[in-house]
């Protein structure tokens, strides 16, 4: 059995960690983990301690239903759920999925288990088997706008945006007040080349949410797909300068800085931003970045 890990304190990825992470090795993506923000923001502060979960980690892995069996069947969904947070943690969404589908064959309407398969499913490519066991619990539950977003996310992920698009638009039917569904519309709009209605999108998610600041990264995003490069610095400039700005929402407008030559201004703007060694480290990026051919905030 492999060593335990001794730590204490509840798991919560860096922000700066997970974003540098995410540029260093897939180059940086403005609209990559935005369309996930309201449940996969990779922070993971699940109201459980480092401790107790890896007290069972080796068991749960290798055979979960074995080692909960042992206890009152009603635990068996804790140490299911606990699994898939340690393998999502991990990165193992595959793995996290595979959990997560185990306390839907018990329990097919528990949204818990629903969110938490189609965010691990989607980072594994698991588009089809997510999107059963949406539909099954929608077919219980028709109004859930939740639920119909989320099968909106799974399409957008296997790229099958006018069905994506369709699945959106009734969930803001049922439910026209969530800021997160119209900026997943702009951003399926923009995926269509629909940039217009994009706008539109964009502009009632900020209406609804004022200054936040993942809306208006995918609105600065989408302006600049559209060739407007004034319009998606202004958005990029407010992004980074709203309450819960992140490093993301820096790197973004040192980019469209660094586009348009700019780099002394990126680097001041970064320097004022970041501590010195995270600052390089964004500055770095944003050079070799804005040196590429391919247009900034497409999915490469």
């Known amino acids: 059995m492999k060593e335990l890990r001794k730590t204490s304190y509840p798991i919560k990825i860096s922000t700066i960690a997970a974003a540098l992470l995410t540029s260093a090795c897939a180059g940086f993506d ?3 983990g935005m369309i996930d923000s309201d449940m996969a923001d990779m922070s993971l502060s699940q109201d459980y301690n480092q401790n107790d979960k890896y007290a069972h980690q080796d068991a749960i892995q290798q055979d979960p239903l074995s080692e909960a069996s042992q206890y009152d069947k009603k635990d068996i969904r804790i140490y299911l759920a606990d699994a898939a947070r340690i393998a999502e943690d991990e990165g ?3 793995e996290a999925a595979g959990h997560w589908h185990k ?4 329990h097919p309407n528990r949204e818990e288990a629903l969110y938490g398969l189609s965010r691990t499913g989607r980072k594994a490519g698991l ?4 999107l059963s066991a949406l539909f099954k619990a929608i077919g219980n539950d028709p109004n859930n706008s939740g639920l119909i977003a989320e099968t909106a996310k799974v399409y957008y992920s296997i790229g099958e945006y006018k069905n994506a698009m369709a699945q959106i638009e009734q969930a803001i039917k049922i439910n026209d007040e969530k800021w997160e569904y119209y900026s997943l519309g702009g951003a399926i709009s923009d995926k269509m080349n629909f940039f217009t209605d994009a706008a539109s999108f964009y502009e009632r998610a900020l209406a609804l949410s004022p200054n936040n600041p993942k809306v208006l990264h995918n609105y600065a995003t989408s302006r600049l797909m559209n060739g407007d490069m004034r319009s998606a610095e202004q958005y990029a ?3 980074a300068q709203s309450e819960g700005a992140t490093i993301r929402n820096y790197q973004a407008y ?3 800085l660094g586009k348009q030559g700019r780099f002394e201004d990126a680097k001041s703007f970064l320097d004022n931003k970041l501590d010195r060694r995270e600052a390089k480290l964004v500055y770095d990026m944003v050079k070799a970045e804005t040196a590429s051919p391919v247009l900034w905030g497409r999915s490469q």
């Open 30 to 32: 403005m609209r990559q």
């Open 92 to 94: 193992a969404f595959s």
């Open 103 to 106: 306390i839907l064959e018990k």
């Open 127 to 130: 588009g089809k088997p997510v």
């Open 237 to 239: 400039y407010d992004a």
């Open 254 to 256: 040192a980019e469209i």
